[in-house]
């Protein structure tokens, strides 16, 4: 009953209200025909990126000094206007400077944002005849990591420059705005409701 007569109270102050001159957005509840969503603002815009590239791999302290091995790859990641990214990356070393021959093969999960991205997976060394472990931190044309090569129990860290640039920026979902005649604002101050609001926000028309 309490509920009723105070929403009794409110058509009648907003009754009042309209028939003044004083500018006043009602609560979406009471006038649902004065708020509507805004439009634009459609929320996290993604894009994946494929990049084939290439590179050189020292791994340090090994024995081939700082003979370098070429690094051929190919990485795909989704990339969110957030700057987040993940995917995948798979690439292949080889010996073309002592002697030609296939090092070792690596698939490794890519995580993080567009400045920086961690590696982390597995592999088998064509060299050791054994499967390896491999965790990296990629940035923009560089990559440095370790492998851990099992059976030998040899973990080999590395140091790797290559073709990767920087993922691309991704724009949002852009900026959210209202028909003409209404203001836009937050939704705890309306009472909007989810077909009514976007992104939090909402649409009122002032009643004069």
Same mark, same amino acid.
């Given at each position: 009953?309490?509920?009723?007569? *105070?929403?009794?109270?409110? @058509?009648? !102050?907003?009754?009042?209200?309209?028939?003044?001159?004083?500018?006043? &957005? =009602?609560?979406?509840?009471?006038?649902?025909? *004065?708020?509507?969503?805004?439009?634009?603002?459609e929320g /996290?815009?993604?894009?994946?990126?494929?990049?084939?590239?290439?590179?050189?791999?020292?791994?340090?302290? #090994?024995?081939?000094?700082?003979?370098?091995?070429?690094?051929?790859?190919?990485?795909?990641?989704?990339?969110?206007?957030?700057?987040?990214?993940?995917?995948?990356?798979?690439?292949?070393?080889?010996? !073309?400077?002592?002697?030609?021959?296939?090092?070792?093969?690596?698939?490794?999960?890519? #995580?993080?944002?567009?400045? !920086?991205?961690?590696?982390?997976?597995?592999?088998? *060394?064509?060299? /050791?005849?054994?499967?390896?472990?491999?965790?990296?931190?990629? &940035?923009?044309?560089?990559?440095?990591?370790?492998?851990?090569?099992?059976? @030998?129990?040899?973990?080999?860290?590395?140091?790797?420059?290559?073709?990767?640039?920087?993922?691309?920026?991704?724009?949002?979902?852009?900026?959210?705005?209202? =028909?003409?005649?209404?203001?836009? #604002?937050? !939704?705890?101050?309306?009472?909007? &409701?989810?077909?009514?609001?976007s992104n939090?926000?909402?649409?009122?028309?002032?009643?004069?």
């Open positions: 009953m309490l509920k009723q007569s *105070s929403k009794i109270t409110a @058509a009648v !102050v907003l009754a009042v209200l309209s028939q003044s001159n004083y500018a006043y &957005s =009602p609560p979406c509840e009471l006038a649902p025909s *004065s708020c509507v969503a805004p439009a634009g603002g /996290d815009s993604r894009h994946t990126e494929n990049r084939v590239y290439a590179g050189f791999n020292w791994t340090l302290g #090994g024995k081939q000094g700082w003979i370098p091995q070429l690094v051929l790859g190919a990485r795909s990641l989704r990339v969110k206007s957030s700057d987040e990214v993940s995917g995948g990356d798979l690439n292949l070393r080889l010996n !073309v400077f002592n002697g030609f021959g296939v090092d070792s093969l690596r698939l490794s999960y890519v #995580g993080g944002n567009r400045d !920086v991205q961690g590696n982390i997976g597995g592999g088998y *060394s064509f060299a /050791d005849s054994n499967f390896l472990g491999t965790a990296a931190i990629q &940035s923009t044309y560089s990559r440095l990591g370790a492998d851990y090569v099992f059976g @030998a129990g040899a973990i080999r860290p590395y140091a790797e420059i290559n073709s990767l640039q920087q993922p691309k920026n991704v724009g949002g979902g852009g900026a959210v705005s209202c =028909p003409s005649g209404y203001t836009l #604002g937050p !939704v705890a101050d309306s009472g909007a &409701s989810g077909a009514q609001s939090g926000l909402t649409c009122q028309q002032p009643i004069m």
